[in-house]
């Protein structure tokens, strides 16, 4: 493992179009990704998040635009010679193949020996914790052995980019944490870029270096996790990454975090302020959760601390004033289509 | 032999699941304890026998005549065998060829026909009750329906002698076959079954391939070629078989046969495509390549034909209203109609004097009698089948029954032939 | 309550396994016992001698000129046993390999999936007989060939020879090996051949180490599909052999018609334990449950 310290998996997309005949899955999208970067690509399912890895990967034709991964254009390399490799949402396991054959595939399609492809797959055997398993089928292994033997194949290319489709979806809320953790882990000991597709935010938040929220084909926002919370861009972004209260005022719409609006029956003169009505109220355990909704139904929440629950001690069906520091509202941009 | 008949009878027929069976079994208490309900309706007989021996204008025409309801079971040559040795219950009248006898008698499962019921026994071609045409022998080897005709008792598993009251088979058609030709594509005359096997015909000749019948013509073409002399064609040797079927083989491996044939319609194909010149053959096969508008011969020998006849005979069960139907019913077709019918498609009639009643003194002279047609000949169903001036192959029925040399026939050593037949195509 | 849960599976097995007991393995008993049974031209006795199976095997003698009959019955099965089966294996996994993987459109392939029944839309017999003018002496394969010049005489070989039989076996046999073949591919994730080719793995890699690995059970059960109608075919044999070809159904056929139940019988045990046995032979080495 000589190059491991440079930095690798720089990633450019320039303009990259995916249609199917018709009908635009991908709508020119520009991005650029340093290397050793853990990119989640966030949105809603048909956003073209899963396209858009998928071009990546050269599992899909590049309709027009360019693709770019450390500096070499790849937009019309095959898979294996792009550097990227690819986890599939299934884990796509040979179900003929032991354990070791799969994560050897690649060596064994360059006309690699059996005792050799063997021993090189010893670390990564290692590595995900299987070499006890080695000599058995996938359908032997549990969903997360499934995944990690998965993860392991898709490392023996030496990737510089890993790709990874929904690589959580399929795991219980328990160990979703822990792999969570040990993918970010992963990512930053090897130096290389991971692509994340999800639809989920809160792993997006807590995994991504830079979030790309995709919406509709194109690229709605992206930033760092911190930037995408903070500042929505849109009235869409600040609805999908959750947590924020999407405000109307005058023709212009405010986002502002749930746990920034506080509640008063009386209202706080200084503050913006609007008048809802309690449809819910929810113990956290850290906080209570109130949901609210407008004269016109619009729904609004409100994260109370404790203190501030008790205090105030609000009902059910009450009707009370939202209020929040102008400083916390942010300005959104009008939806561009 | 009688003990052990009713058991293996048994057996065997719960071996074939037929619906056929357990259709003419349930049949049978009908006959037996409804008569009343049966007197009320037309009487409905179960024909069995092979598709050429049957006619929808036949059954038509009975019917009208009789009030017989003729209801046709359709099955092929060793069918109809294989039916009255397993399932005799599945029919109230078959008509079977005179060469099977050997096989269904002694099974038991026929009774005798009452030659005294039979009204018009005693105008029956003198071809089947005596082996003669107009006075003359005509060749006895095989089997002869005449050794075969009579039985020594209406429920005896022998065949008599002497003529008796008790019938085996009343006959309905006969004729005798040869080889066919495509006189347009050999383009000589053809006067021996020695041709069959001439290198000339290399890869255009044809044999029958079901065994009784082809070991018959492999045996006219053997004593043809003046290999050997045979006993009697029809119940030959071991020796015998093995050397016919060793002359076979010899030309099957010099490639003289482009095919063998076992179907009526695979022997039309045959012919009609050019595939073969010459073949054993059919009459109404010739017949059906003729009508489709290629010339074929069926071709009269020095050596002779071989001669087959089929006839009724009744199931040991069948009784009461049904019985006299039957009789009914096969006396109706010795009255004429049938007759001529069946001489019109080119066989012969049991009855030829009622039958002549029924046809046109020109088709009579023509069918029957060798001559010149002076008019087109038609089919029974009305088609052209020959025009005016045509003479009929093989000429006059005289001519054409006298040149019988053998009868198809089921040998002594039939399991040795089978057995060695499988070796002619296996090599 | 577990036994009385299993007990009512029984019960639910049973209707079927009656049906099967009746219609299957009681004729099979009835087959096998008749086997040892006696006969006459008219009649058959029970009875327990081998004499059915010694006459099968008559003439079979070490240092014998030339194989027996029998023996030579069945290599002239066995080849076309081995010919079809390769034939139709190698155009199945082409045919199905196209319908499921190039053919895009579900309707297109349904379309194409159904042109491959058409050998089905008519009679054995008729089919059998359209071959006449295609391969015949006068049909169109030698009209044309001559119009070409490329021959003088008309082929002789192309009808009633073993290579008209195997035309026909393969042309009526292919679309027993497409049919497990589809059903092998359509379960083949269309992510383990991205995955195959992420790793590297170019097009004939991929079918060599996926699909064909992937399709064992399939082409297990299509090869028991072929060879089993072809080891009891002897229509096809005798139409396009020109009955000349000897097939070990036509053998079985021959008796039957002769009355001679029982040597049938022994015949019919003879054929079922040849072909278990290479059903048997297959099946070790592939696992078939797993397709079912």
Redesign the interface.
């Known amino acids: 493992m000589s190059g491991e310290k440079t930095l690798r998996g720089k990633i450019e997309f320039a303009a990259v179009t995916k249609s199917y005949g018709r009908v635009v899955a991908v709508d020119t999208i520009s991005l650029k990704l340093p290397a050793a970067t853990y990119c989640c690509l966030l949105g809603p399912s048909g956003c073209g998040k899963t396209s858009t890895l998928r071009m990546l990967a050269g599992h899909e034709d590049v309709s027009s635009g360019d693709i770019l991964l450390d500096d070499v254009n790849v937009t019309d390399l095959a898979p294996a010679q792009r550097g990227t490799a690819m986890m599939f949402q299934n884990y796509a396991l040979f179900p003929h193949l032991s354990v070791a054959e799969n994560i050897a595939f690649s060596l064994k399609m360059q006309g690699i020996g059996r005792a050799e492809r063997r021993e090189a797959a010893e670390p990564l055997l290692q590595m995900v914790e299987l070499a006890a398993m080695a000599d058995r089928l996938p359908a032997q292994l549990s969903g997360g052995q499934q995944q990690r033997v998965a993860l392991a194949r898709a490392l023996m290319t030496r990737p510089a980019a890993l790709l990874l489709d929904e690589p959580l979806s399929a795991l219980d809320p328990f160990l979703r944490l822990r792999v969570r953790g040990e993918l970010k882990r992963l990512q930053k000991s090897l130096g290389i870029s991971f692509v994340h597709v999800t639809h989920t935010q809160d792993e997006a938040l807590a995994l991504a270096d830079i979030v790309v929220l995709m919406n509709d084909g194109r690229i709605e926002q992206q930033g760092t996790a911190h930037d995408v919370f903070s500042h929505p861009r849109t009235a869409f972004v600040a609805r999908f990454i959750g947590g924020h209260n999407v405000i109307a005022q005058g023709d212009s719409e405010v986002a502002v975090r749930a746990d920034k609006v506080t509640l008063s029956r009386a209202g706080t003169g200084t503050m913006a302020q609007h008048a809802a009505t309690i449809r819910d109220i929810e113990y956290g355990g850290m906080a209570y959760h109130v949901r609210l909704s407008d004269a016109h139904g619009r729904d609004y929440s409100c994260i109370l601390q404790e203190g501030a629950f008790a205090q105030l001690g609000p009902i059910d069906g009450e009707t009370l004033a939202m209020s929040w520091a102008e400083s916390d509202a942010q300005p959104l941009e009008p939806a561009a289509n | 032999?009688p003990n052990?008949?009713a058991?293996?009878?048994v057996?065997?027929r719960?071996?074939l699941?037929s619906a056929a069976m357990i259709a003419g079994a349930a049949a049978i208490p009908e006959v037996i304890y409804a008569p009343a309900i049966l007197a009320a309706e037309p009487i409905t007989l179960r024909y069995l026998s092979t598709a050429t021996n049957q006619a929808p204008a036949i059954a038509e025409q009975a019917f009208k005549d009789t009030g017989i309801k003729i209801e046709y079971v359709t099955v092929t040559t060793?069918d109809v065998?294989?039916r009255i040795?397993t399932q005799p219950d599945s029919f109230d009248l078959v008509d079977t060829e005179y060469f099977s006898l050997?096989?269904?008698?002694?099974?038991g499962n026929l009774k005798g026909m009452d030659a005294k019921k039979v009204k018009l026994f005693d105008k029956i071609t003198t071809v089947i009750t005596k082996g003669e045409v107009n006075g003359k022998k005509i060749g006895d080897q095989g089997t002869s329906p005449h050794k075969v005709l009579y039985l020594e008792g209406e429920h005896s598993k022998k065949f008599a002698k002497s003529p008796t009251e008790w019938l085996t088979l009343i006959p309905t058609t006969y004729n005798a076959d040869t080889l066919g030709i495509r006189p347009d594509l050999i383009g000589r005359p053809i006067t021996s079954w020695a041709e069959l096997v001439n290198p000339q015909f290399k890869?255009k000749a044809?044999i029958i391939?079901?065994?009784?019948i082809g070991i018959m013509d492999a045996a006219m073409v053997t004593e043809a070629l003046g290999i050997h002399k045979y006993g009697d064609k029809g119940n030959m040797t071991k020796a015998e078989i093995d050397l016919t079927i060793a002359n076979l083989i010899k030309y099957?491996k010099a490639g003289q046969?482009?095919?063998?044939?076992?179907?009526f319609?695979?022997s039309v194909?045959l012919m009609a495509?050019?595939?073969t010149e010459i073949q054993s053959m059919w009459s109404p096969a010739v017949t059906a390549v003729r009508l489709k508008g290629i010339p074929c011969v069926f071709q009269p020998l020095k050596e002779g034909a071989r001669g087959w006849a089929s006839g009724f005979a009744l199931p040991r069960t069948l009784t009461g209203k049904k019985l006299d139907a039957a009789y009914e019913f096969v006396n109706w077709f010795l009255s004429g109609w049938a007759g001529a019918y069946l001489n019109r498609q080119g066989y012969y009639s049991a009855v030829l004097e009622t039958a002549k009643t029924h046809m046109e003194p020109y088709e009579w002279a023509y069918w029957m009698e060798g001559k010149a047609a002076t008019q087109d000949i038609h089919g029974p169903d009305g088609g052209l089948l020959e025009k005016k001036g045509t003479v009929r192959d093989g000429g006059s029925y005289e001519t054409r029954m006298a040149a019988v040399a053998c009868w198809n026939s089921?040998m002594d050593e039939?399991?040795y032939m089978?057995?060695k037949?499988?070796?002619f195509?296996?090599a | 309550m577990g036994t009385a849960a299993h007990r009512s599976i029984w019960w639910l097995a049973s209707p079927l396994a009656a049906v099967l007991l009746l219609f299957f393995a009681v004729p099979l008993v009835l087959i096998g016992v008749v086997s040892f049974w006696s006969y006459t031209g008219y009649s058959i006795t029970p009875a327990f001698e081998l004499r059915n199976y010694a006459g099968i095997f008559d003439g079979c003698r070490v240092g014998g000129a030339g194989p027996c009959v029998v023996l030579s019955t069945y290599l002239s099965t066995l080849f076309f046993c081995v010919v079809v089966w390769a034939i139709t294996l190698v155009l199945g996994f082409c045919i199905a390999y196209f319908l499921v993987f190039e053919v895009r459109s579900s309707r297109m392939r349904i379309g194409l999936g159904i042109l491959c029944t058409i050998p089905f839309w008519t009679s054995n017999v008729i089919r059998m007989i359209s071959w006449i003018p295609l391969l015949g002496r006068n049909g169109m394969v030698n009209l044309a060939l001559m119009q070409l010049h490329l021959i003088n005489h008309p082929l002789e070989w192309l009808l009633y020879s073993r290579f008209a039989v195997a035309v026909a076996m393969v042309h009526i046999n292919t679309v027993f090996m497409i049919v497990p073949l589809i059903n092998s591919m359509a379960r083949i994730s269309p992510s383990l051949i991205e995955a195959a080719r992420d790793a590297g793995a170019s097009w004939w890699q991929t079918l060599r180490n996926i699909i064909i690995p992937l399709c064992r059970g399939g082409i297990a059960i299509g090869s028991i599909f072929v060879i089993t109608v072809v080891m009891g075919d002897y229509i096809t044999v005798g139409l396009m052999g020109g009955e000349q070809i000897a097939s070990v159904g036509k053998t079985i056929q021959t008796q039957i018609d002769a009355l001679q139940f029982p040597i049938a019988a022994a015949s019919a045990v003879l054929l079922l334990a040849f072909v278990m046995l290479m059903i048997l032979a297959l099946i070790r080495i592939v696992d078939i449950r797993e397709e079912l």
Do not use: H, Y
Not at chain 2, 102 to 107: C, G, H, I
Not at chain 2, 257 to 263: E, H, K, P
């Open positions: 032999m052990n008949k058991v293996s009878g057996s065997r719960k071996l699941k060793d065998t294989k040795v050997r096989n269904l008698v002694p099974s890869g044809s391939n079901i065994p009784s099957k046969f482009r095919a063998l044939w076992t179907d319609n695979q194909n495509s050019g595939e089921i039939n399991e089978v057995k037949w499988n070796e195509v296996a």
